[in-house]
């Protein structure tokens, strides 16, 4: 039982979440259908097969081309840019494409030095100005980025949670407004939400964010409300059983069960989180993140003749972590999460 | 080494008062719900108390996500509604009741502003070049990751790299890549000296398409190749059976099959139309030449940049933009729901 549980965590759907055992049995049965249309049919299978593979070949052939120029076209700029953040200023002038100037332990190392140097924001504080440089920002985008991920991971997750295990009413209507904002395309509610977060003191504070950012509209709390619907209800009425509150049981029976994809959904959103500048732009003027900091300094003289070496050594600064965390939880974050059609 | 035990004494205390209080509201809470259930309050059973704790509980954990999706959903746009029935006085602070100033001068700029004018031409080439290229693109792509061809796994890493990647480290370094090293290549291969992509006129709005669809698959790969494994294996082995080819596999099982999938991403993709910046933004910041802009850039630029006095028109604005993609979306929703395959 758990090896299922465990099986079908990532796999969401909230179709499927309905009657899990029965798509499980269902499939096996198939399968066995399967094994035995293969022993009466192996003949007629093996030439059908032969002239199968000629078809899926040149298809597949070019789509995988096309993959491979996509591929290489997406890693070569960044692969170029890399490089380029490793010229000095004159060198990267005259030699576009070549490598930098040098042996590796003469090449340009100081631009990511002088990025934490001379990248810098004015930030308006009591009576005067003071720069922001970007250790400081890299620490607010830390702030940021694994406070809003959490906040809005954990009120998905738990509105989810009581969606799927409490028949209320209220559940309904809950489940129900979710897909009916998702469908809504409601455009241009950004001043309206700065005055909000103005009036609520929200406005150029962190934990403000934070707070407008709990929310469980979203993608996520269908990803959630599918997993929930898995989870067997034998668990939860075991501890019922033996006592256990409501809460006992949300954060030492369920959140155990489903921390996989709660750190899975976590991670999307820090990422998405960390690389946001737009909203950090607005909202937080005093606590300039690095990805804000990167707009300001990339885009405050993007035609003068300024250094373009030192901006791309930035962009990396910003990029690398992320790109590690990326490769190396790959598997999990590209995993299977899927939804279905939407119902109403 | 004392002092500190009875600052801990006067801190335990101090907690242990708190609790008390807060476990008198939760009972006082209770008796109130309790005396609110008069048949109940007689001998009731452990499935009453069950039920009882159940709807605190529930109640308790819904009051915050509720509370903060009142606020920063209904309030924010009922706020959003008032506001552009409003104007504001800088001098003063005061807002005054407008009528409908606000859409008057958005109906007379939707039809006479150059700048609004673009903005709707682009919007919709962008949104059609999307519906055309990038998800049928798409579509191949997540077709060659069920598959399991050669490479699938590295593709798609690759494919949803650029949507982990921020977006305004990827833009300047796409930026400096187009501007500095492909016409410094084209140079070398046909010795004539070009423009940049993105400061050439002719070229910009092209590049600026090909990048949002370039950097644009993430997601749909994702959700495209996910529903495509939860496709029963013996609908598949059956059809391969009859001797179907890979393309016709493609039409008649993969794509009917994944449907709804499909749906819920083109229904929920055509506010797009509205909300896409075409990353202008991280390319230009505030700075991007009229004739590139679209509606969600128009937007967003012009409430990053605002004072108090601009957003009632912008809240207006966004009204008519609502107005029209509201019924838009429900109406792609039910054509793609009605002239769509069958999902039996």
């Known amino acids: 039982m758990e090896n299922n549980t465990e099986k079908n965590k990532n796999f969401v759907s909230d179709e499927s979440a309905s009657g899990d055992r029965s798509v499980s049995c269902e499939k096996q049965v198939c399968a066995a259908d399967a094994a035995l249309a293969e022993d009466v049919f192996i003949e007629k299978k093996t030439s059908v097969k032969q002239k199968r593979k000629f078809n899926f070949s040149i ?3 070019i789509l995988g081309i096309i993959l491979v120029l996509y591929s290489v076209s997406l890693v070569l700029p960044i692969i170029w840019g890399m490089i380029c953040s490793l010229k000095t200023k004159a060198d990267f002038r005259t030699n576009v494409f070549g490598l930098p100037e040098g042996w590796p332990w003469n090449w340009a190392w100081e631009n990511y030095e002088s990025v934490f140097q001379t990248f810098m924001i004015p930030v308006e504080s009591g009576a005067g100005t003071r720069n922001v440089y970007f250790l400081e920002m890299m620490w607010y985008s830390i702030l940021y980025a694994v406070g809003c991920s959490f906040a809005a991971t954990f009120i998905a997750s738990v509105v989810a949670y009581l969606v799927a295990k409490f028949p209320y009413k209220f559940s309904k209507i809950v489940y129900t407004v979710v897909i009916v904002a998702m469908i809504l395309p409601i455009v241009g509610s950004l001043p309206s939400e700065i005055q909000m977060a103005r009036a609520l003191g929200f406005f150029d504070h962190i934990w403000g964010l934070w707070l407008m950012k709990a929310n469980f509209l979203g993608l996520y709390f269908l ?11 034998e668990f939860s009425d075991a501890a019922y059983v033996d006592g256990a509150g409501n809460l006992t049981v949300l954060f030492r029976i369920v959140y155990p069960i489903i921390k996989n994809t709660f750190f899975t959904v976590m991670l999307l959103n820090f ?10 732009l607005i909202y937080l003027p005093s606590f300039p993140t690095a990805a804000y900091g990167l707009y300001w300094f990339t885009s405050a003289s993007l035609n003068t003749n300024s250094n373009v070496p030192m901006k791309l050594a930035g962009c990396m600064i910003v990029l690398v972590p992320i790109l590690v965390l990326f490769l190396f939880f790959s598997n999990r974050l590209i995993g299977n999460i899927t939804i279905g059609g939407l119902k109403e | 080494m004392k002092k500190k035990s009875k600052v801990e004494k006067k801190e335990n205390e101090k907690f242990a008062a708190f609790k008390r209080a807060v476990s008198d509201f939760f009972y006082n809470l209770s008796v109130k719900v309790h005396g609110k259930m008069p048949h109940k309050q007689a001998g009731a059973t452990a499935i009453g108390l069950k039920k009882r704790n159940d709807m605190i509980f529930y109640c308790l954990m819904m009051l915050f996500p509720v509370a903060q999706f009142c606020t920063f959903y209904i309030a924010v746009n009922l706020n959003s509604v008032i506001l552009a029935f409003q104007s504001y006085d800088t001098l003063t602070g005061v807002h005054s009741w407008a009528g409908f100033d606000n859409f008057k001068l958005v109906f007379y700029n939707l039809f006479n502003d150059p700048t609004m004018l673009y903005s709707a031409k682009n919007s919709l080439i962008l949104y059609a070049c999307g519906l055309v290229v990038g998800v049928p693109l798409a579509l191949w792509f997540s077709y060659y990751i069920y598959k399991k061809k050669p490479l699938f796994r590295v593709f798609k890493v690759m494919l949803f790299l650029p949507s982990i990647i921020s977006a305004i480290a990827m833009s300047v370094m796409f930026t400096y890549f187009a501007e500095r090293a492909i016409p410094q290549l084209l140079k070398l291969i046909f010795n004539k000296s070009f423009e940049g992509l993105l ?4 070229t910009a709005f092209g590049t600026l398409v090909f990048y949002s669809i370039w950097i644009g698959f993430g997601t749909g790969i994702l959700m495209y190749s996910g529903a495509m494994n939860s496709i029963s294996d013996s609908v598949v082995e059956a059809a391969q059976i009859d001797g179907i080819g890979m393309i016709r596999e493609f039409f008649s099982i993969t794509i009917p099959l994944i449907y709804p999938t499909i749906v819920t ?9 509205f ?13 991007a030449e009229n004739s590139l802009s679209t509606f969600g850039y128009y937007l967003y630029k012009n409430t990053q940049t605002a004072s108090f006095s601009d957003y009632p028109y912008l809240s207006s604005m966004g009204i008519v933009m609502t107005i029209v993609a509201v019924p838009l979306t429900l109406l792609v929703k039910y054509l793609l729901e009605k002239f769509g395959p069958s999902t039996d």
Not at chain 1, 271 to 280: E, G, L, R, T, V
Not at chain 2, 199 to 202: A, E, Q
């Open chain 1, 271 to 280: 990422i998405a989180f960390w690389n946001d500048y737009q909203i950090p």
């Open chain 2, 275 to 287: 909300t896409n910046q075409m990353n202008l933004f991280s390319f230009f910041g505030p700075n």
């Open chain 2, 265 to 273: 991403f083109l229904v929920v993709g055509v506010a797009g139309i």
């Open chain 2, 199 to 202: 400061s050439g006129s002719k």
């Open chain 1, 223 to 233: 990803v959630f409300h599918g997993v929930f619907k898995n989870i067997p209800q």
């Open chain 1, 59 to 61: 298809l597949m052939l």
